[in-house]
């Protein structure tokens, strides 16, 4: 019987830009008596790393588009927010409800394009997305492996509301070292029928998992590692596998 | 630190209709080392729950109606499922690339209205969804009270494609004992900031997180104990709370 832990890395100190993220969560996983291990699945909420990449702008630095101040005053929402929403979205999904659902320039479909105002110091800053969420990932997994001399995976996680379901769940928007989606067609079930339909997103079941220790509120736990669980190795893999094609969506 | 294990409950007999599901579950547990505890929560996939419920049809025995006949030869497939899948069905949302997604008589979209062929002995059998997953759920906690004296959080679980992402994840279809969703809106943040869209889907993450150790296919183990999470109760919590009214869905 293999039990999976589900660790949070505490201790780190409060993210800023430039920071060396691998580095410091090898240190702060060793720290709290759980260093890194080999195949140690290590998921990182996005805004860490944002801040780290520097992905951070003040709204008082913002002039606002008419466009943007249209949709503001029908919303109720602040200009400079609503620009940078727009400035990071590939497309407009739909608004109403104060919210904006957009397609950000990597594929997510999300509120406001991602763009997240909580756990980000400075009153009128927000968080913007990682540039390249995949890069991101590498980065911090080449950095561990630099440090630690481990082999590990990353992900970059974030919160996401969906449609159907209420609440939001985290999903991997970010990936490096994993295949993010076990695809289990034509395996055998317990009595012997080919699985015709399986293909399971482990990065966003893993991020989701991942969540349950990190306390983006309270307790300001941005990583957590997920140890004991065997996935498939990739070194090319994106999170843009984890992207539905709209003409392949049945769904919507 | 608190660190959050995922245990997989191994052997488990092969389920049969009227099986004592809470019972097998508690002596599992026992057999292998981590007796159930307070405050666990257990994940069961539904398939084991339609077994024990006798929730297993035999398509030999079903007449399709023309119209399920129709549908069947459009799509290449089994008259007979086919008119399963719409009795368990209130509504049909789309067809095409050989799947039918529809809304269940419980509200859930999915594929097939969660008919399923797999891990269902006997060629020609399917599963239906539990009747009422929030009552197999309760049935199930109430049991492992009986047997071991602990109070746990009890969760049916079932393998969800959603729109906008590639690959399944596990989501809750029944719960009792746990609320779903952790409102977590007026909370504040590392700064300060007051959050105001955060509710978090705590169940679809713990099947999520369950789903790690569940393996379907392989190894057959159909139930998973999360040990180590604080949750919140609720003698009256539904898996409807999940649903997302259409009217309310700004994603489609």
Same mark, same amino acid.
């Given at each position: 019987m293999?039990?999976?832990q589900?660790?949070p890395v505490?201790?780190l100190p409060?993210?800023?830009?430039?920071?060396?993220?691998?580095l410091?969560?090898?240190?702060?996983?060793a720290?709290?008596?759980?260093p890194?291990?080999d195949?140690d699945?290590?998921?990182?909420t996005?805004?860490?790393?944002?801040r780290?990449?520097?992905?951070v702008?003040?709204?008082?630095?913002?002039?606002p588009s008419?466009?943007?101040?249209?949709?503001?005053?029908?919303?109720?929402?602040?200009?400079?927010l609503?620009e940078?929403?727009l400035?990071?979205s590939?497309?407009?999904?739909?608004?109403?409800?104060?919210h904006?659902?957009?397609?950000? $320039?990597?594929g997510?479909i999300?509120?406001?394009?991602?763009?997240?105002?909580s756990?980000?110091? =400075? +009153?009128? %800053? /927000? *968080?913007?997305?990682?540039?390249?969420p995949?890069?991101?990932?590498?980065?911090?997994?080449?950095?561990?492996?630099?440090?630690s001399? $481990?082999?590990?995976?990353?992900?970059?996680?974030d919160?996401?509301?969906?449609p159907?379901?209420? =609440? +939001?769940? %985290? /999903? *991997?928007?970010?990936?490096?070292g994993?295949?993010?989606?076990?695809?289990?067609?034509?395996?055998?079930?317990?009595?012997g029928?080919?699985?015709?339909?399986?293909?399971t997103?482990?990065?966003?079941?893993?991020?989701?998992a991942?969540?349950l220790?990190?306390?983006?509120a309270?307790?300001?736990?941005?990583v957590a590692?997920?140890?004991?669980?065997?996935y498939?190795?990739?070194?090319?893999?994106?999170?843009?596998?984890?992207?539905?094609?709209?003409?392949k969506d049945?769904?919507?």
């Amino acid at each position: 019987m293999r039990i999976i832990q589900i660790i949070p890395v505490t201790g780190l100190p409060i993210i800023k830009s430039g920071d060396d993220l691998g580095l410091l969560i090898c240190e702060a996983a060793a720290r709290q008596g759980t260093p890194i291990e080999d195949g140690d699945i290590v998921v990182v909420t996005h805004v860490v790393v944002s801040r780290a990449e520097g992905r951070v702008v003040c709204l008082d630095d913002i002039i606002p588009s008419e466009f943007a101040k249209t949709i503001a005053k029908e919303f109720n929402r602040d200009p400079a927010l609503v620009e940078v929403v727009l400035r990071e979205s590939k497309s407009i999904v739909r608004m109403g409800d104060g919210h904006i659902i957009s397609e950000t $320039k990597h594929g997510f479909i999300c509120a406001n394009a991602g763009v997240d105002k909580s756990n980000v110091p =400075g +009153e009128r %800053n /927000v *968080a913007l997305l990682p540039e390249d969420p995949d890069l991101s990932a590498r980065r911090i997994r080449q950095r561990i492996r630099e440090v630690s001399g $481990k082999d590990v995976a990353v992900l970059i996680s974030d919160t996401h509301g969906r449609p159907l379901r209420n =609440g +939001e769940i %985290n /999903v *991997a928007i970010g990936v490096s070292g994993i295949k993010p989606i076990r695809d289990r067609r034509g395996e055998k079930d317990l009595f012997g029928y080919t699985l015709k339909v399986k293909q399971t997103a482990i990065a966003d079941e893993l991020s989701s998992a991942a969540e349950l220790v990190i306390g983006q509120a309270d307790e300001g736990i941005p990583v957590a590692i997920i140890r004991g669980y065997p996935y498939e190795k990739s070194e090319d893999a994106t999170a843009r596998e984890l992207i539905r094609l709209r003409e392949k969506d049945l769904f919507i």
